[in-house]
């Protein structure tokens, strides 16, 4: 990505995080118990207000969750879909300066 989009970032999910009141941690472990719901966008701003609409039409915050994470997953699937096949990716949530 650049330096004007977070889409498929840590950022991203901060700012998800915080549209649903909770640390990213707490998401996370909410995510594991949702299902069924997507977000259609890549764009954070858009994202923040599909899932600012999803809370105002009652879903439930786990499927909210799973949905954001699923977001997150499917974009960086995406990008190391374009690199050599074969190889594993991980995302690590490290700490600055780290």
Do not use: P, W
Not at 21 to 45: E, H
């Amino acid at each position: 990505m650049n330096d004007k989009c977070s889409a498929g970032t840590g950022r991203f999910l901060e700012i998800m995080s915080n549209a649903l009141g909770m640390d990213i941690d707490s998401l996370c472990n909410l995510a594991a118990k949702g299902s069924g719901i997507t977000i259609s966008s890549r764009c954070t701003v858009f994202a923040e207000s599909e899932v600012i609409s999803l809370i105002g039409r009652g879903e439930k915050k786990e499927d909210i969750a799973f949905a954001i994470v699923d977001s997150i997953v499917s974009k960086v699937s995406s990008l190391c879909g374009k690199h050599s096949v074969g190889f594993n990716y991980f995302l690590y949530r490290g700490l600055i300066g780290e």
